[in-house]
C-alpha cells in the first residue's frame, strides 16, 4: 500500500549571489535542495516541500512542489511542479533486515536486505530489477512473425504482411534489443558518493539520494505510521474520549489530532472496512484538536468522527515529516452521561482545597473493580444485582472512575484492581494528559490485574525505581512468620496455602517532593497494596502486614539513617479488613498479641481455589443460623496458629469517619484505608 508522506520545512534562501532583481530558477532550487547543498544558501525566504500523492503515477512515485520562494532584493512567488519518484526505506533498531520500495519502470518494486551487509549487495540486486524491468519495456510488443502453414485467407493473409516489410529482412532472425549497462549509486547529503562498503543501515539515509541509470530517487526513511486506531464505542456528554493507537516513526507532539462532528444527512462508513471513513464526509465540523476530546451538549445524538495524521520531526532538515493519515469514526452516538452532582459536596471541597495546596498533600485510594470481578454470573445476580448491568460494563465505568478521580485533583493517587490493558491503553494515557506519572505492577499471577500508583510530574520526582514487594513468599524470610505456617495442623496448612496462592503485591515508591514544602528534604515512601480478600481471614492479612512492615523497616534504613523513624510515609489500598479487625490494632499499637481473637478465626478459615466453592461458601455464611454461630465459637477461643507480632511505626489512620467504601448484597463497610507516619500530619 502506498503511503502519503508530507515534508514541510521552513528554511532560509540566501539569493544574494544573485544579480538584483533576478530569481534563482525553480529548477536550480530543486536540484540544490535534493543534492543537499542548501545549506550554503542561508537567508530569508521559506519554502514548503510536498510528497503527496500522485494518482496519475504507480507505485512510491511522488510529486514535489516548490512555493513562496522569495528574493532578498525582490517580493516574488514562483510555483513548479517537478517528477521525483522516491524510495521508501523502512529500517527499524533491531531487526534483521531493511525494507525498500520504489518504482521502476512504472512498476512498484520491493527489496529486502540486511542491515549490517554492505551496500554493494543492495546496489547488485538494484541493476538487476533495473535490467529486467528494461527488458521487458524494449521486448514489450516484439514477437517473431510466424511461418505461413495454411491456405486461403489465412495464407493471403500472411502474404500481405510479408509485402509491407521492406526486401531483404529476415524476420525470423531479427535481433532482441542489445541492453546496457546500468548504473546505481547512492549520493550523500553532501553530494558526494556513499562507498559500497558501507553498511546498508548507514549508507541509505533519509535525505540520500539513490540513482539507478538515468533515474534519482529521494529516500525517505522510516514513513510516519498509525497503526489500530480506535475510541471507545460509548460516548458520553462531559466524559472524555481518548484517541488509542500506535504511532509508529512518529511522536505524538509532531502529530496532528482531529475530531469531527458529524450532522445528519452524511455519507457513511464504506461497508467495507470497519472504523475507517473510505469516501470523504460533504461537511463535517471540526470540534477538537488534540488526542483527547470531552464531547459537549451539542454533540448529543450526533456521531464523532477522529482523524489522525502522523508525524516527526527531521533530523537534518528539523522539518516535519508527516505520514498518512488513519480515520475512525463511533458507531454509537454521543449520549447524554449521568448526573454527577451527587459529587458536588466532594467538588466544592476539591476547590476550597486549591487555596491551601502549597501546605497540603491530597492522597486518594480508589479500588476500581476489575472487569474480569464485575461480570461474572456471580458478581451480576448476587454481589451487584441492584445495579443495572450496563452500568457495570467497563466502557462505561472507565469513563465514569476516571472523571471522579480526576476531580479530587490529588498529588497522589492509588488504584486497586487495575487491569493491564485498561492502563496501558485508557488509565495511563488519560492520567498523563492531566499531569501525571504512572507505575503499575502486576498481581504474582498470570491475571493481567494489578495496582498502580500515580503522582503529579510537577509535584513529585520519582527516586530510583520502585520496590515491588511479593507478599507470596515475603513471610517466609522471617522466622516467627515461618514458624506460623511450619505446623502440621490444619489451621497451619490453609494459612501456608493461602499465603503462597494469595497472588498479593505491594508497590513500595519513593518520591522527591520538587516543591520542598515545609523545608522538608527528606524523600517521601508511598506503599500501595491490596491484601487478601476472603471475610474469614484476618490472620492471614496479619501475616501479609507484618511482612510488609519488616520490608518498609529496612528500605527506610537504607533511605534515613539513624533518622529513618521521621520519614513521611503514606500505607494506602484495599486492605479487606473492616475496622474491627486486629488488622489496625497491630498498625496503629504497633504489636498484636497471641489471644488476639483474629487467630482464633483462623480455626474456620479453609483456603479454596475454585472460584465456584468460594461462592458457595459465601451463600453457606450468609445462611448460618444461630447454633452455626454458637459452635464457630467455640472453635474459634482454641486456635492452633498464634504469635505476638510487633512492627516499629507509628502510623496514624486519616479519614475515619467515611460511612463504607464497599458495597455489594453481602455487605456495605470501609474495607479501604490511608495511614500515614513520619513527618506526616
Avoid at 503 to 520: F, P, S, Y
Wanted: glycine letters at 6%; a negative charge.
Amino acid at each position: 500500500m502506498t503511503r502519503k508522506v508530507v515534508l514541510n520545512i521552513i528554511g532560509m534562501l540566501s539569493l544574494s549571489c544573485r544579480p538584483c532583481g533576478s530569481l534563482l530558477s525553480p529548477q536550480y532550487l530543486a536540484r540544490s535542495f535534493l543534492r543537499g547543498s542548501l545549506r550554503a544558501h542561508r537567508a530569508t525566504s521559506p519554502f514548503r516541500l510536498q510528497l503527496p500523492r500522485a494518482d496519475h503515477m504507480q507505485g512510491t512515485r511522488r510529486m514535489i512542489r516548490l512555493s513562496t520562494v522569495q528574493s532578498l532584493q525582490c517580493v516574488s512567488e514562483q510555483r513548479v511542479e517537478l517528477e521525483m519518484p522516491v524510495c521508501l526505506i523502512r529500517c527499524v533498531e533491531g531487526e534483521p533486515h531493511l525494507t525498500g520500495t520504489l518504482c521502476i519502470a512504472g512498476k512498484e518494486k520491493t527489496f529486502h536486505r540486511l542491515q549490517e551487509d554492505a551496500l554493494e549487495t543492495t546496489i547488485q540486486r538494484l541493476e538487476r530489477i533495473a535490467k529486467e524491468e528494461r527488458k521487458r519495456g524494449l521486448s514489450h510488443g516484439f514477437k517473431k512473425p510466424k511461418k505461413g502453414k495454411g491456405k486461403g485467407k489465412g495464407k493471403k493473409r500472411q502474404m500481405n504482411s510479408a509485402a509491407e516489410e521492406p526486401e531483404g529482412v529476415e524476420l525470423e532472425q531479427a535481433p532482441l534489443p542489445v541492453l546496457e549497462d546500468i548504473s546505481v549509486w547512492v549520493e550523500d547529503v553532501r553530494g558526494e558518493r556513499v562507498s559500497e562498503e558501507t553498511m546498508n543501515k548507514f549508507a541509505l539515509e533519509d535525505q540520500f539520494l539513490l540513482h539507478v541509470g538515468n533515474e534519482t530517487y529521494r529516500m525517505i526513511k522510516n514513513v510516519p505510521e498509525v497503526n489500530g486506531l480506535t475510541v471507545d464505542e460509548k460516548p458520553m456528554a462531559g466524559f472524555r474520549l481518548f484517541a488509542d493507537c500506535e504511532l509508529q516513526f512518529a511522536s505524538e507532539s509532531a502529530s496532528k489530532w482531529e475530531w469531527y462532528r458529524l450532522t445528519a444527512g452524511e455519507e457513511s462508513l464504506n461497508d467495507g472496512e470497519e472504523g475507517s471513513a473510505e469516501e470523504e464526509f460533504h461537511s463535517r465540523e471540526l470540534v477538537c484538536t488534540s488526542q483527547y476530546y470531552t464531547p459537549t451538549e451539542e454533540d448529543v445524538g450526533m456521531q464523532l468522527l477522529v482523524q489522525v495524521t502522523p508525524g516527526r520531526q527531521d533530523e537534518a532538515s528539523g522539518g516535519l515529516v508527516t505520514g498518512e493519515a488513519e480515520t475512525f469514526m463511533l458507531k454509537g452516538e454521543v449520549r447524554r452521561g449521568p448526573d454527577m452532582s451527587v459529587h458536588g459536596k466532594r467538588l466544592q471541597h476539591c476547590r476550597e482545597y486549591e487555596s491551601q495546596r502549597t501546605s497540603r498533600l491530597r492522597i486518594v485510594s480508589y479500588n476500581i473493580l476489575a472487569d474480569n470481578y464485575a461480570n461474572t454470573p456471580f458478581a451480576v445476580e448476587s454481589l451487584y444485582h441492584y445495579c443495572n448491568q450496563e452500568y457495570l460494563q467497563i466502557d462505561y465505568r472507565k469513563q465514569v472512575f476516571t472523571w471522579e478521580i480526576l476531580q479530587y485533583n490529588a498529588e497522589i493517587i492509588c488504584l486497586q484492581e487495575v487491569c493491564a490493558e485498561l492502563y496501558d491503553k485508557y488509565i495511563e494515557p488519560t492520567m498523563k494528559a492531566a499531569g501525571y506519572t504512572g507505575i503499575y505492577t502486576n498481581k504474582i499471577s498470570s491475571s493481567r490485574i494489578g495496582c498502580a500508583t500515580f503522582f503529579k510530574s510537577d509535584r513529585f520526582s520519582l527516586r530510583g525505581s520502585a520496590l515491588i514487594v511479593d507478599l507470596t513468599s515475603e513471610w517466609d524470610r522471617d522466622e516467627t512468620l515461618r514458624s506460623l505456617c511450619s505446623g502440621s495442623s490444619e489451621m497451619a496448612q490453609n494459612l501456608h496455602r493461602a499465603l503462597v496462592r494469595s497472588t498479593t503485591v505491594a508497590q513500595v515508591i519513593t518520591l522527591e517532593d520538587n516543591e520542598k514544602v515545609g523545608g522538608r528534604d527528606h524523600p517521601l515512601v508511598i506503599t500501595n497494596t491490596h491484601l487478601f480478600g476472603s471475610p474469614e481471614a484476618p490472620h492471614v492479612r496479619l501475616v501479609q502486614m507484618a511482612s510488609l512492615q519488616k520490608v518498609l523497616k529496612s528500605h527506610c534504613e537504607k533511605l534515613g539513617g539513624s533518622d529513618w523513624k521521621s520519614l513521611p510515609m503514606v500505607l494506602c489500598g484495599d486492605f479487606n479488613a473492616p475496622p474491627a479487625e486486629g488488622l489496625h490494632d497491630f498498625l496503629s499499637l504497633g504489636f498484636i498479641d497471641r489471644g488476639h481473637a483474629d487467630w482464633g478465626k483462623g480455626m474456620i478459615f479453609r483456603s479454596i481455589d475454585s472460584r465456584k466453592e468460594r461462592e458457595a461458601n459465601w451463600f453457606a455464611r450468609k445462611s448460618m443460623t444461630a447454633e452455626d454461630l454458637m459452635q464457630e465459637s467455640v472453635l474459634t477461643s482454641q486456635p492452633d496458629v498464634s504469635a505476638e507480632l510487633e512492627q516499629p511505626f507509628a502510623w496514624r489512620q486519616t479519614c475515619k469517619h467515611v460511612p463504607a467504601t464497599f458495597c455489594t448484597s453481602f455487605a456495605t463497610q470501609v474495607v479501604d484505608y490511608i495511614y500515614i507516619a513520619g513527618e506526616l500530619e
